[in-house]
């Protein structure tokens, strides 16, 4: 049974930065692509940020230029890197491995950027 744990949420100031991290049980992080999601009260999940096993990324247009997304397959950890937040970042996020036909979800973490 793979398991994703996320860490790294928190409250922050707007500007301010966090970085997300998704640890993954086993040694399934080096074949799988590897996501960030988020969900906002109300609204649909989203991708955010991905990852591919061939270090292939892919940023969503609302974050680009602000968030990065990086993997280390040695610590079976992929991170989220959020800097200069805004208020509509706040969400919970989810890390999402996919090695199919096989896919996992994280329980999720809280952002919440507020002043």
């Known amino acids: 049974q793979v398991q994703l744990v996320e860490s790294g949420g928190g409250l922050v100031q707007p500007g301010g930065s966090l970085r997300l991290s998704c640890a993954a049980s086993?040694?399934?992080?080096?074949?799988?692509?590897m996501a960030w999601y988020r969900q906002a009260p109300g609204k649909q999940r989203d991708l955010v940020a991905r990852?591919?096993?061939?270090?292939?990324?892919n940023i969503a247009d609302s974050v680009k230029g602000r968030f990065t997304i990086s993997r280390d397959n040695a610590k079976n950890t992929v991170y989220l890197q959020m800097n200069s937040l805004k208020p509509e970042d706040t969400a919970v996020y989810y890390c999402?491995?996919?090695?199919?036909?096989?896919?996992?979800w994280g329980q999720g973490t809280q952002v919440t950027v507020s002043s």
């Open positions: 999402n491995a996919q090695n199919d036909p096989f896919v996992y």
């Open positions: 086993g040694s399934i992080l080096s074949t799988s692509a």
């Open positions: 990852i591919n096993s061939g270090g292939t990324i």
